[in-house]
């Protein structure tokens, strides 16, 4: 099991990145969350099958048609510890 820890940073608030990185990560079986942040940047943790969360890092750099994404900032990649556990179960959800 693979865990992801990323800030997109770019034009990805008021763009429904959040919605669309929710169904995208559905649709591969990712189990997290993602979130805004006050910053302006788009956070999310996930945890899946390697070829899934690559899937996942690879649509988080194109967002959705209205977004622009400048950059990914991968604090964690690897993985799952057990901190990252704790998203196992709870399905994929956008948190505010």
Do not use: C, K
Not at 41 to 65: C, H, K, M, N
Not at 83 to 90: I, T, V
């Amino acid at each position: 099991m693979q865990a992801l820890h990323a800030t997109v940073r770019g034009m990805v608030q008021g763009v429904g990145f959040r919605y669309s990185a929710l169904s995208s990560a559905r649709r591969l079986g990712l189990e997290g969350w993602v979130r805004n942040n006050f910053d302006g940047s788009v956070e999310t943790r996930a945890i899946g099958e390697t070829g899934d969360i690559d899937a996942y890092l690879t649509w988080l750099g194109e967002g959705p048609p209205h977004a622009r994404v400048d950059a990914v900032h991968i604090s964690y990649r690897g993985e799952a510890r057990e901190s990252d556990r704790d998203l196992a179960g709870n399905g994929f959800t956008v948190t505010f």
